[in-house]
């Protein structure tokens, strides 16, 4: 048996909720093209950004730790697979559109530079005289015109709901701009839960590779009321901490997570009671959330990995030279832009100089932006 997409369509239109992005409702692509006949619009979308240049950059960026630091840390790649894995779990049991969610997750993270949030602020600093850098914006260009893979556009030519939800994306560390999309509304139910699925995996496992590299030691989180609830949920003792018991910890601590987001959720839905997609983007606030006690111990736990792990004295070390290499990278390119490839000079002239540089740094990996540094810099390295 062969599954059209009509018939997955049919399918959505049938079975997501009222207020749920459906596949036969999008509002097209910039550059009208022919539609596959087996994918919906949104499947397309998100098998174009998998096979992005940029999405298999993702493997060899910072989430916290430095790749070289260790095979088990997570990067920026296994932190967004994490992020679908979240996202998608969150729309099915919300009648979401799962497919719009996993696109959305997906390219969330790839405009982001080498050195993780510390490179994004060096080269926001060092761009701060050419329109700065933010990594928000820069998946958004990365999709609409620096990934060139057709003859026909510049970029990926994704969907309209799909590129409003990279333009709304938001959290903690994140703030949403809505250039070239209507300001007055908030995020798709799919981009808000894009948001808060980014949230959940970045606090769960930020504290799960801090705990395995010994940066944090299971005593360290003890007073948080969101620790003492997991650990007595799987009824842990405080006497033995090993592997296994980390893993417990973070399973235990996603799967409470997910089910409280999905019941404050629906809550909030009963009580808004959204008729459409459309009239979901009109209400007041979001209506994906977690609890009122969720976002209390939320907001704690991020407090705590705050000040013990993303200040910890070997984060803030690599934090110092990821600056030293951008820096000094970036100002060798401004003063002899001929020590750039060829490909990026020729790009000088259409976006110029400054913005250029920040576009290939941004586009390194760790390994490349520390191999690049030696290139310029290590006398007995060859250029």
Known sequence: MIVTREQQETYENQFLAPYAIKSRDTRGRVFPEEEDPLRTPFQKDRDRILHTTAFRRLEYKTQVFVNYEGDYYRTRLTHTLEVAQIGRSLAR???????????????????????????EHILNQLMQDHGGFDHNRQTYRIVTELEERYPGWPGLNLTHELLEGIVKHESRYDVASSEGYDPTTRGSLEAQIANIADELAYNAHDLDD???AGLLTPEQPAHLEIWKMVAESIGWDGARFDDMTRHRFIRRLIGLEISDVIEATNR????TNPQSAEALQHLPGNVICNSDSFARMNDELKGFLYEQLYRHFRVAR???KAHRYLEQLFEAYVKEPAQ????????????GLHRAIADYLAGMTDRYALQEWQRLFDPFTRP
Do not use: K, T, W, Y
């Not at 969330?108 to 080498?114: I, Q, V």
């Not at 750039?340 to 976006?351: A, S």
């Open 93 to 119: 049991a919300l009648g979401a559109n799962e497919i719009l969610v996993e696109g959305i997750c997906l390219s969330h993270d790839l405009g982001h530079s080498p050195f993780g949030h510390a490179g």
């Open 210 to 212: 801090g705990l395995r």
């Open 268 to 271: 909030r839905l009963e009580e």
């Open 318 to 320: 690599m934090s110092a």
């Open 340 to 351: 750039l490839p060829f490909e990026v000079q020729h790009r000088i002239e259409r976006r």
